[in-house]
């Protein structure tokens, strides 16, 4: 009797144990699809447009005060803050279908301010603003941020993307060992931390978000939808 039931149990508990972590290998894959979503349901609705809303003159004066990375003049009548970060897609998709055409049609009769808002969960954005600022300090800035935007899916995707941002600026003819000696030293850590703060402060919860003279605008809208905020504000 003994030598039938050993048997049984022995493929009954194989049994089991394959079940069991097949159950287990689908839990996992549960949560993985799970967290994937829920980071991807995180994105869209920080990118989901919000009814136009007016900051206050105080936190109006606080985000258009020392910007690092700036174009325009400042005595233009309308400005334009974009917090914004390198990895996010929406922020690409804002470059290449807006923005581009906002400083074709409006660039010499507005200022332009960027400032840095790097998601905690795109692990290279941090890095990237960071590598944005070194490229700064050698008075390419907006070379370097055209160039971390138009190469993005090149960069993003790698797990570490220290060398290719090494590389953009020897390619924009920057001195490599400055920029490189910039980037590991961390020097511009806590000024683009300081960018996030104050976006927080003003109610930024994601990218891209911007205030047109103070008027936000959210998400990756399409042109005509920041042309009609500009032209009502340059024909005041």
């Known amino acids: ?35 994937t979503e829920e980071v991807q349901q995180a994105e869209q609705q920080q990118q989901q447009p919000e009814l136009p809303q007016v900051l206050g003159v105080e936190d109006q004066a606080e985000i258009i005060k020392n910007p690092t990375a700036v174009k325009g003049a400042e005595t233009s009548k309308v400005t334009i803050v974009e917090f914004s970060e390198y990895q996010c897609p929406y922020c690409k998709k804002y470059v290449d279908e807006a923005y581009t055409k906002i400083m074709q049609n409006y660039g010499n009769q507005i ?41 993005q899916e090149n960069w993003s995707s790698l797990d570490n993307s220290k060398e290719k941002l090494l590389e953009y600026a020897s390619n924009l003819g920057l001195a490599r060992e400055t920029f490189q000696a910039c980037l590991e030293s961390g020097k511009h850590t806590e000024t683009v931390k300081a960018d996030f703060s104050l976006g927080q402060k003003v109610g930024v919860q994601g990218t891209p978000s911007f205030f047109i003279n103070g008027q936000r605008l959210v998400g990756a809208m399409p042109y005509e939808s920041f042309e009609a905020v500009i032209k009502a504000e340059l024909e005041k």
């Not at 050993?6 to 972590?21: D, E, M, Q, R, T």
């Not at 840095?116 to 590598?131: G, I, N, R, T, V």
């Not at 390419?140 to 138009?150: M, P, Q, V």
């Open 1 to 35: 009797m003994k030598d039938k039931i050993v048997p049984v149990l022995v493929i009954a508990l194989v049994f089991f144990a394959f079940l069991s972590g097949g159950l287990w290998s689908r839990v996992r894959q549960t949560n993985k699809e799970k967290e």
């Open 111 to 151: 200022r332009y301010i960027f400032r840095d808002y790097p998601l905690p969960f795109h692990q290279h954005a941090q890095q990237a603003a960071e590598a944005a600022r070194c490229a700064g300090d050698q008075g390419k800035y907006w070379e370097y941020h055209d160039k971390l935007f138009s190469e």
